[in-house]
Protein backbone atom coordinates (compact mmCIF):
# COMPACT_ATOMS: atom_id res chain seq x y z
CA UNK A 1 0.00 0.00 0.00
CA UNK A 2 1.79 3.48 -0.94
CA UNK A 3 1.98 6.01 1.67
CA UNK A 4 1.09 9.50 1.79
CA UNK A 5 2.80 11.59 -1.26
CA UNK A 6 3.87 15.18 -1.09
CA UNK A 7 4.57 17.28 -4.04
CA UNK A 8 6.72 18.94 -4.39
CA UNK A 9 9.31 18.12 -2.15
CA UNK A 10 11.25 21.26 -2.49
CA UNK A 11 9.84 24.95 -2.99
CA UNK A 12 11.83 28.26 -3.54
CA UNK A 13 9.24 31.31 -3.97
CA UNK A 14 10.13 35.21 -3.61
CA UNK A 15 7.90 37.13 -0.99
CA UNK A 16 4.54 38.29 -2.11
CA UNK A 17 3.76 35.12 -4.50
CA UNK A 18 1.78 32.65 -4.07
CA UNK A 19 2.52 28.60 -3.65
CA UNK A 20 0.15 25.02 -4.10
CA UNK A 21 1.21 22.36 -1.94
CA UNK A 22 -0.28 18.52 -3.17
CA UNK A 23 -1.02 16.20 -0.94
CA UNK A 24 -2.26 12.36 -2.02
CA UNK A 25 -2.97 10.24 1.05
CA UNK A 26 -3.25 6.46 1.52
CA UNK A 27 -5.34 4.90 -0.42
CA UNK A 28 -8.64 4.32 1.06
CA UNK A 29 -8.18 6.75 3.81
CA UNK A 30 -10.85 9.73 3.87
CA UNK A 31 -8.80 12.66 6.03
CA UNK A 32 -5.98 14.83 5.21
CA UNK A 33 -4.64 16.93 7.84
CA UNK A 34 -2.24 19.66 7.32
CA UNK A 35 0.63 20.92 10.04
CA UNK A 36 3.41 23.55 9.78
CA UNK A 37 7.20 22.29 11.30
CA UNK A 38 9.18 25.15 11.96
CA UNK A 39 12.33 24.53 14.56
CA UNK A 40 11.05 27.52 16.91
CA UNK A 41 7.78 26.36 16.88
CA UNK A 42 7.75 22.93 16.43
CA UNK A 43 4.39 21.06 14.13
CA UNK A 44 1.43 23.40 14.40
CA UNK A 45 -1.75 22.31 12.68
CA UNK A 46 -3.14 24.32 10.25
CA UNK A 47 -6.77 22.05 8.60
CA UNK A 48 -8.43 18.72 8.61
CA UNK A 49 -10.19 18.05 5.66
CA UNK A 50 -12.93 14.94 5.50
CA UNK A 51 -15.25 14.16 3.02
CA UNK A 52 -14.06 17.26 0.89
CA UNK A 53 -15.57 19.50 3.88
CA UNK A 54 -13.15 21.67 6.30
CA UNK A 55 -13.61 20.32 9.50
CA UNK A 56 -11.51 22.23 11.80
CA UNK A 57 -8.86 24.63 11.32
CA UNK A 58 -5.84 26.24 13.62
CA UNK A 59 -4.90 29.65 14.26
CA UNK A 60 -3.23 30.48 10.88
CA UNK A 61 -4.21 33.83 8.91
CA UNK A 62 -6.45 33.35 6.11
CA UNK A 63 -3.37 33.32 3.87
CA UNK A 64 -3.67 29.94 4.40
CA UNK A 65 -6.24 27.92 2.45
CA UNK A 66 -6.90 24.19 1.43
CA UNK A 67 -9.65 22.58 -0.57
CA UNK A 68 -9.94 18.43 -0.91
CA UNK A 69 -11.00 17.12 -3.99
CA UNK A 70 -13.42 13.97 -4.01
CA UNK A 71 -10.50 11.45 -4.84
CA UNK A 72 -9.69 12.86 -1.14
CA UNK A 73 -5.92 14.54 -2.71
CA UNK A 74 -5.72 17.61 -0.75
CA UNK A 75 -4.16 20.78 -1.56
CA UNK A 76 -2.89 23.41 0.48
CA UNK A 77 -2.58 27.00 -0.92
CA UNK A 78 -0.75 30.01 1.18
CA UNK A 79 -1.21 33.66 -0.97
CA UNK A 80 1.10 36.55 -0.38
CA UNK A 81 4.11 34.65 0.49
CA UNK A 82 6.32 36.01 3.87
CA UNK A 83 9.53 35.32 5.11
CA UNK A 84 8.40 33.47 8.30
CA UNK A 85 6.30 31.21 6.19
CA UNK A 86 9.38 29.13 5.33
CA UNK A 87 8.76 26.38 6.83
CA UNK A 88 8.52 21.86 6.20
CA UNK A 89 4.69 21.46 5.49
CA UNK A 90 3.33 17.82 6.22
CA UNK A 91 -0.20 16.48 5.39
CA UNK A 92 -1.20 13.18 7.20
CA UNK A 93 -3.88 10.93 6.35
CA UNK A 94 -6.22 8.48 8.62
CA UNK A 95 -8.88 6.28 7.98
CA UNK A 96 -11.70 7.67 9.22
CA UNK A 97 -13.87 9.52 11.49
CA UNK A 98 -13.10 7.47 14.58
CA UNK A 99 -9.08 6.73 13.28
CA UNK A 100 -6.95 9.48 15.51
CA UNK A 101 -4.07 7.62 14.30
CA UNK A 102 -2.35 9.93 11.41
CA UNK A 103 0.57 8.60 8.99
CA UNK A 104 2.50 11.45 7.72
CA UNK A 105 4.02 12.07 4.36
CA UNK A 106 7.99 13.36 4.13
CA UNK A 107 6.51 16.62 3.74
CA UNK A 108 7.49 19.89 1.27
CA UNK A 109 9.98 22.40 2.34
CA UNK A 110 9.00 25.51 1.39
CA UNK A 111 11.65 28.18 1.44
CA UNK A 112 11.06 32.04 1.11
CA UNK A 113 13.49 34.53 0.17
CA UNK B 1 -5.41 25.92 25.06
CA UNK B 2 -3.59 22.39 24.97
CA UNK B 3 0.17 22.31 25.10
CA UNK B 4 2.49 19.06 25.48
CA UNK B 5 5.80 19.76 26.78
CA UNK B 6 8.77 17.05 26.31
CA UNK B 7 11.58 16.97 28.15
CA UNK B 8 14.84 16.95 27.94
CA UNK B 9 14.53 18.71 24.63
CA UNK B 10 17.79 17.93 23.39
CA UNK B 11 19.72 14.01 24.71
CA UNK B 12 22.88 12.69 23.15
CA UNK B 13 23.96 9.19 24.87
CA UNK B 14 26.57 6.52 24.01
CA UNK B 15 25.38 3.41 22.48
CA UNK B 16 24.32 0.78 25.01
CA UNK B 17 23.03 3.44 27.82
CA UNK B 18 19.33 3.24 28.53
CA UNK B 19 17.32 7.06 28.55
CA UNK B 20 13.56 8.13 29.05
CA UNK B 21 11.80 10.99 27.13
CA UNK B 22 8.78 12.26 28.95
CA UNK B 23 5.59 14.08 27.46
CA UNK B 24 3.60 15.99 30.35
CA UNK B 25 0.47 18.00 30.29
CA UNK B 26 -2.74 19.28 31.85
CA UNK B 27 -4.81 18.46 29.82
CA UNK B 28 -6.38 15.10 29.64
CA UNK B 29 -6.12 13.28 25.72
CA UNK B 30 -8.40 10.48 24.73
CA UNK B 31 -5.08 9.33 23.03
CA UNK B 32 -1.53 9.65 22.29
CA UNK B 33 0.54 9.00 19.66
CA UNK B 34 4.71 8.74 19.85
CA UNK B 35 6.66 10.16 16.40
CA UNK B 36 10.07 9.89 15.53
CA UNK B 37 10.77 12.06 12.70
CA UNK B 38 14.61 11.89 10.56
CA UNK B 39 15.96 15.00 8.98
CA UNK B 40 13.85 16.37 6.04
CA UNK B 41 11.71 13.34 6.20
CA UNK B 42 7.84 13.03 7.84
CA UNK B 43 7.24 11.86 11.39
CA UNK B 44 6.79 7.98 11.31
CA UNK B 45 4.30 6.32 14.09
CA UNK B 46 5.82 4.74 16.88
CA UNK B 47 2.72 4.24 19.03
CA UNK B 48 -0.75 4.83 19.88
CA UNK B 49 -1.80 4.45 23.31
CA UNK B 50 -5.76 4.82 24.50
CA UNK B 51 -5.89 3.84 28.15
CA UNK B 52 -4.61 5.03 31.21
CA UNK B 53 -1.64 3.14 32.98
CA UNK B 54 -1.42 1.40 29.30
CA UNK B 55 2.40 0.12 28.61
CA UNK B 56 3.08 -1.01 25.26
CA UNK B 57 6.44 -2.13 23.97
CA UNK B 58 8.06 -1.89 20.43
CA UNK B 59 11.26 -4.40 20.61
CA UNK B 60 13.26 -1.85 22.56
CA UNK B 61 10.91 0.85 23.36
CA UNK B 62 8.63 0.87 25.53
CA UNK B 63 5.60 3.84 26.39
CA UNK B 64 3.32 4.48 29.01
CA UNK B 65 0.51 6.94 29.39
CA UNK B 66 -0.09 7.96 32.49
CA UNK B 67 -3.32 6.77 34.71
CA UNK B 68 -4.69 10.31 34.53
CA UNK B 69 -4.09 10.46 30.63
CA UNK B 70 -2.31 13.65 30.73
CA UNK B 71 1.58 12.14 30.35
CA UNK B 72 3.24 9.58 28.93
CA UNK B 73 7.21 8.41 28.54
CA UNK B 74 9.61 6.43 26.19
CA UNK B 75 11.97 4.48 27.32
CA UNK B 76 14.28 3.07 25.16
CA UNK B 77 16.48 0.14 26.60
CA UNK B 78 20.41 -0.45 25.31
CA UNK B 79 19.89 2.80 22.79
CA UNK B 80 21.70 1.55 19.43
CA UNK B 81 23.03 4.57 16.72
CA UNK B 82 19.64 3.65 14.40
CA UNK B 83 17.61 5.24 17.14
CA UNK B 84 18.67 8.93 16.82
CA UNK B 85 15.78 11.31 15.94
CA UNK B 86 13.31 13.43 16.87
CA UNK B 87 11.05 12.27 18.94
CA UNK B 88 7.60 13.54 18.84
CA UNK B 89 4.28 12.98 21.48
CA UNK B 90 1.50 13.74 19.67
CA UNK B 91 -2.41 13.98 21.71
CA UNK B 92 -5.79 14.18 20.49
CA UNK B 93 -8.92 14.42 22.69
CA UNK B 94 -11.77 15.31 19.72
CA UNK B 95 -12.84 11.72 19.32
CA UNK B 96 -12.92 11.73 15.59
CA UNK B 97 -14.40 15.23 14.84
CA UNK B 98 -12.52 18.09 14.97
CA UNK B 99 -10.08 16.21 14.54
CA UNK B 100 -6.00 17.64 15.27
CA UNK B 101 -3.11 16.67 16.73
CA UNK B 102 -1.29 18.59 19.37
CA UNK B 103 2.35 18.31 19.17
CA UNK B 104 5.11 18.40 21.66
CA UNK B 105 8.50 20.10 20.76
CA UNK B 106 10.15 16.93 20.19
CA UNK B 107 13.29 15.46 22.12
CA UNK B 108 15.83 15.34 19.78
CA UNK B 109 17.80 12.05 20.51
CA UNK B 110 21.60 11.60 19.63
CA UNK B 111 22.91 8.11 19.67
CA UNK B 112 26.84 8.29 19.41
CA UNK B 113 28.54 5.07 18.43
Known sequence: KAGVTQTPRYLIKTRGQQVTLSCSPISGHRSVSWYQQTPGQGLQFLFEYFSET???KGN???RFSGRQFSNSRSEMNV???ELGDSALYLC???QGFTNTEAFFGQGTRLTVV | TQLLEQSPQFLSIQE????TVYCNSSSVFSSLQWYRQEPGEGPVLLVTVVTGGEVKKLKRLTFQFGDARKDSSLHITAAQTGDTGLYLCAGDNSGGSNY???FGKGTLLTVNP
Do not use: V
Request: proline share 5%; charged share 20%; hydrophobic share 25%.
Open chain 1, 92 to 94: ASR
Open chain 1, 54 to 56: QRN
Open chain 2, 100 to 102: KLT
Open chain 2, 16 to 19: GENL
Open chain 1, 79 to 81: STL
Open chain 1, 60 to 62: FPG
